[in-house]
Nanobody, 115 residues
C-alpha cells in the first residue's frame, strides 16, 4: 500500500519557521514528482511548491522567497522549509506524489500561524 505521511505541522507565531516532512512508502518504482499543496479554511487546495521535470523548484507567488522545497536523492522524502510565516499561511498542508500515472495524497498536517 502506497502512503505519504506528513509531519512537522503545528502552531507558530507570525515571523516564525516550521519544517514539514513527507515520507513515501510502498511499492513504487519511481516517483515522478513529490510536492506540497495547502488548503486554507473556506478555500480551494492550491499548489505551494513543486519541481519541474528538470529539477528546478517553483513556488506559488505568495510563498516565494520564504518557503523552500527540497528532496532526497531517492526522491522518496520531500521537505518544506517555511520561514517568515504569516497568518495567511494557516492551512492544512498536503504532500502530493505522482507515480505511474497515479496521484497520491497524504492526510495533511495543520499549520496555524497566530499570535
Amino acid at each position: 500500500q502506497v502512503q505519504l505521511v506528513e509531519s512537522g505541522g503545528g502552531l507558530v507565531h507570525p515571523g516564525g519557521s516550521l519544517r514539514l516532512s513527507c515520507a513515501a512508502s510502498g511499492n513504487i518504482f519511481r516517483w515522478h514528482v513529490m510536492d506540497w499543496y495547502r488548503q486554507a479554511p473556506g478555500k480551494e487546495r492550491e499548489l505551494v511548491a513543486t519541481f519541474t521535470s528538470g529539477g528546478t523548484s517553483i513556488y506559488a507567488d505568495s510563498v516565494k522567497d520564504r518557503f523552500t522545497i527540497s528532496r532526497d536523492n531517492a526522491k522518496t522524502t520531500v521537505w518544506l522549509q517555511m520561514n517568515s510565516l504569516k497568518p495567511a499561511d494557516t492551512a492544512v498542508y498536503y504532500c502530493h506524489g505522482l507515480a505511474e500515472f497515479m496521484n497520491y495524497w497524504g492526510k495533511g498536517t495543520l499549520v496555524t500561524v497566530s499570535s
